[in-house]
């Protein structure tokens, strides 16, 4: 009786336990009203309705959220976001941004923003409205269904599926609760077994970043070599993300972008002012008992970027190509063929300079030179 | 062969305390398995709940992990000289406690991680000391001052320069006494500014004050020559040494540029050149247990010794002689020595009584040294403080006499011995100020405290040695409020700037004239601050004359001292890894054990074997020395009534580290006449109490076999392998049904001269400051758990009352045929294709197979997660301590076995520079953090596939041998027997 009593109690405190986490998520969204929030609240309300388009204030143009995004959306957008616009504007007055839609500057804002009309107290709600977002912290983006549910939730089954199992018996087919314990079992043994896989790998992770800077305009439509930005790749274990003021060889020039007009490359010179660097979002990390050195394989070696980091000229969002996990290191090591007649060092390999020099075997893999030792990266 | 033993216990009875370590096992092991433990595991319902619970959260913790969003912010605009991932070095001086060392620092992305001893340096020559590597870390200490504070509450700059000068101006316009109080200055430009401040505040009293002094030195050179100065030693061109109490080798004077000068001269096959070295001395120092021979005295003898000497040696050559009573010893043998090797001899002395320097004075000067290996005319200047002039300002203070205190980076309530009335004499001053680098007693007590910089963040210049200048330059930029000195005392003075420009103003009128081969400043200061040193060309001078007269003025003092005086005799003496206590806050610096009594995080009695017997008192027992209480550690070679303290521990206002941790002695300090004399007379009583020592001296027992391996010179220049003759044995032995490794490229290898290595140290720090070496506190190493990755044992043979001692760094000895590699199951230890034996972090499992297995014991186990955890409360557990570890090396984690991997990330980063460089590596060109270091040059690293090498021409040497090589492990690792220098007949 006792543990059937017991497990009555754990059934009780996982219901328990979600009531609880739904209820301090209600009392959180309890605000605290007066009257001159109120009135805010209308004006704000009045400028999300403006630039929702529900209140059109010109028919022939689009409304705002049509380019710039209230929500955190999956796809590319070049335009700037609703947030972000907000976040330039909050500090400065209502004006600037009247100045800035009625008269837009240039190519790519005044074609977008052709002949719109505003009307001041219109450019006024709106500034509140996006004031507001600035306020509220940003947009959060929708919290999607995880595996952690699903986990809690195959647990459960399985839980009950037990407790029929031994206690309560009311399912007639025996067989039942059986299946259902072991099928979620196994999909649980499943789900730990690949993500225990993928855990601290990121395959495909491409975040946005905080400036929209695209490979594909640079590296591709420009042909701009990689190692102009990433100069330190051949002489450093850091292939090195170009600080700002190397941005600022071209775009002291370059004021304005094809796809994203002045928004972006402002930011570059906002830094400059703000004497602030560029807070860019990291892609490819190893963990920190991985040692790599890309002066060994790009200065030594003389790969290809592309080898290891993908088509990036053909990115406007950088990706992580390749999951960058041991056994993919090593498989790379085993096929790549170490160029021995070019390097002086490889002739202290005295047996297999020579076979090479022979000609006896025209290629050795990196592999067999030693590069899979462990302290050749673990160290 | 010689008995070989590792402490008094095992010498007495090695049955027995085989016996005890086995009863504490079992005892250890039944408390594991005690049932009373057991029961409170016997799970309960709520158990099973939170068990449950735990591991549902667990698994869906595990199941949803996401990595954190890391960001990657590059410069806004990059220096030119900094590569991200790259390190760079500065050359530039460290001049702590007295010790002057050229060093290079290792910065890597804008901080500086590692200190690397400067090779161009003509004093230091590439090597540096412990605390010099230790050094680094003090930057990064938690307990250093970090805003200007007047009485407790922080203040600004501008509010200092402000109020100070006013209240100077005024105490000294009343006409008031005001003292500045320095340790010694060795910057030129620091002295001109503090001619400045003289001038400008009229009465300003400059003393300079060493917690420990060689006043004495000072004095008697006086006396003997007209010059209060300490000479230059030529370590290198002696031929004969005779040392009375000076620990060269370990703290005195300039121990790494002595170290340098006296390993050169240790070569057995120098044959007849090979100095000889005789150390008479009543304690056991690191130098004393390095010498070919060792003589005991009593400190309160030495005087009478050393006259005794000097008339013998008279005798011989002529001189006058005096009346003096007869020595306990009989040095007959030092003198034939002496007399034979004129001019190519040194005696020194490490006392502080300027009677005692005077006698070796004249007896260095009837020898012809001065001009051969003393010079007199190119002198030191690490060591400026008179003793006289500071007892008399102490004097002055306990009166009342001082209206006004300025203390710059000396903290006499501390280290002076009436310290507790000085800290009251302070308080009651009209103002008192404290520059300050870290949390300390004087500075608690004075009403300004005004952080200084650490010297990786400051601009100064030196001059240890006349003549030889050199550069401080910072490499970070101050992590706190602090300001130079200089700076300060130039503001006071109404002038603006920074100390960088003073500096380069005082060099070009000053030291840029004494060179010709440059006619442009700029450059040559770049060039100067390039190297980090400058050396002006001497022009050879006549040595002056010695004054006979002082040595007859100085005889009639020489008495025996009456037993009256007390049971015992003190000797305080400082640590060479642990200083005078200002750096006592250092973690690396307060685990390293200590080189000859291999104890760590506390000080303690040493008494000689037999006074323990005679107090009936055992290691860790307490006694009471006078007033103090002090734990007994048992130190053969201690004369039997002469007990020896380290001074540097107790320190009552510091840091974490360092409060809590061991006990001052400095009020053992007797002032005599206004000269403070390190030795004392006392009165010993055993305590029934007992206090734990860190002793890692009983880890890792070799279980007497035949691990040090030597003979001496008379034998070895006979035959070549002598001491060595199992080697050529077990080398024929070797055999094998495996394949033997191959190694295609390189096999690396290390080879150490345990003729050179003098035990000092200095490996272990900069081991564990290149390999991110975890500290884990006194309690864990008492457990055996020390992580230092090469430690340095230490044997003794033979009489235990004056025992022969042997130094022998061991590592990972990197076995070609390694027992720890075939027993892990993970396959977490391998070899490499270099011949590397490789631990990898992320695959062991923690079984520790490979350690027990390990015939070295050189493996050492991650018992704890020692990084961010609040029970190893040190540099790693917050965010400013953490800048110092290497970004190369990983930080191991709980669980984990780790050990010597010969620096293979400066292997790896080497090879790819000779890559890059298109080029095969070159001999010598890398260096493992311990070899690089090395004030001896008792390392040396290298390829052993290279038949050119130095390594594998040692490794041919008829001196080479393995460490337990009979096991037939293969070690890549080689020592070379030591051979001793004693005296003929």
Partial sequence: ?379 | MNKYWRSIEELNDSSKLKQEELTNEIANKKALNDPESIETFASTRRDFLKVFGFSVAGAAVVASCKKPVEKAIPYLVRPEEIIPGQCNYYASSYFEENEYCGVLVKVRDGRPIKIEGNEQSSLTKGGTSARVQASVMSLYDLARYKEPLATGEKITWEKVNNEIPQKLEEIAQADGKIVLLTSTVISPTYRQVITELQERFQGLDWIQYDAVSSSGMLEANDRSFGKAAIPTYHFDKAKVIVSFGADFLGTWISPVEFTKQYSSRRNPDLKEQMSRHYQVESMMTLTGSNADERVVIKSSDEGIVLLNLYNEIAKQLGGTTYAVDQSSTDLSFIVRDLLLSKGESLVVCGSNNPDHQVIVNAINSMLGNYGATIDMISTNRVKQGDDRKMSQFVEDLLNGKVDALLAVDVNPVYNYPQGEAIKDAIEKLKLSVAFAKEKQETAEACKYILPLPHYLESWGDTEPTDGKFSLIQPTIHPLFNSRPVQEVFLAWCGKTGNYRDVIKFYWEANVFPKQTDNTEFTSWWNTVLQRGVFDEISVPEEQPIIDVTSLKATTTRIKSVSKTQGDVEVVVYEMNGKGNGAMANNPWSMEMPDSVSKVSWDNFAAISPRKAIELGVDNEDMVALGDLELPVFIQPGQEENTIAVALGFGRSVSGKVAEGAGFNVYPFINVVEGRRMYQAFSTVKKLNKTYPLAMTQTHHSMEGREIVREAVLEEYSRKANAGNESHERHEKHHVTLYDEPEFPAHQWGLAIDLNKCTGCGNCTIACQAENNVAVIGKEQVRNRRIMHWIRIDRYYSENPENPKTYHQPVMCQHCDNAPCENVCPVSATMHSNEGLNQMVYNRCVGTRYCINNCPYKVRRFNWFKYANNEKFDFNVNNDLGKMVLNPDVTVRSRGVVEKCSLCVQRIQEKKLEAKLENRQLNDGEIQPACMQTCPADAIVFGDLKDPESRISKLFEHPRNYHLIEELHTLPSVGYLTKIRNPHKG
């Fill in chain 1, 1 to 379: 009786m006792g543990q059937i009593r017991g497990i009555c109690r754990i059934v009780h405190s996982i219901i328990l336990l979600v009531l609880l986490v739904d209820f301090s998520v209600v009392a959180a969204e309890n605000p605290v009203d007066n009257d001159h929030q109120t009135q805010k609240k209308e004006v704000i309300k009045d400028g999300k309705r403006l630039f929702m388009g529900l209140l059109p204030f010109d028919r022939k143009h689009e409304s705002c959220v049509s380019c710039h995004h209230v929500v955190a959306i999956d796809t590319f957008s070049w335009y700037p976001s609703a947030l972000e616009i907000a976040n330039l504007y909050h500090a400065k007055a209502d004006k600037d941004l009247e100045k800035v839609l009625m008269e837009p500057m240039g190519n790519k804002m005044s074609e977008v923003h052709q002949e719109y009309q505003f009307k001041e107290e219109d450019v006024k709600a709106i500034k509140t409205y996006l004031d507001s977002l600035v306020v509220d912290n940003g947009v959060e983006p929708k919290p999607s269904v995880n595996n952690l549910f699903l986990f809690l939730f195959l647990g459960i089954l399985i839980t009950l599926s037990l407790v029929d199992l031994i206690f309560t018996r009311r399912i007639k087919y025996r067989i039942i609760p059986v299946i259902v314990l072991l099928a979620c079992g196994g999909y649980q043994a499943k789900m730990l077994m690949f993500e225990a896989k993928a855990l601290g790998r990121s395959k495909d992770y491409a975040p946005d970043q905080p400036i929209k800077f695209s490979h594909k305009v640079h590296a591709g439509e420009n042909q701009i070599d990689c190692k102009y930005c990433h100069n330190t790749v051949d002489k450093s274990r850091s292939a090195g993300i170009p600080s700002v003021n190397l941005c600022l060889n071209c775009h002291s020039l370059v004021r304005e972008g094809s796809n994203s007009g002045q928004f972006e490359i402002n930011k570059i010179h906002q830094a400059v002012e703000n004497g602030q660097s560029v807070e860019w979002i990291r892609i490819h990390k190893l963990p920190d008992h991985a040692y790599f050195n890309h002066a060994q394989h790009v200065g030594v070696a003389k790969l290809d970027c592309n080898k290891c980091h993908g088509e990036v000229e053909k990115m406007h969002v950088l990706k992580q190509e390749s999951d960058m996990s041991m056994g993919w290191c090593v498989n790379c090591h085993r096929e790549t063929h170490v160029n021995m007649g070019e390097n002086k060092y490889y002739s202290s390999y005295k047996e297999q300079h020579e076979a090479y020099a022979r000609g006896d075997k025209n290629a050795f893999t990196a592999d067999e030179l030693g590069s899979n030792d462990c302290m050749r990266c673990h160290y």
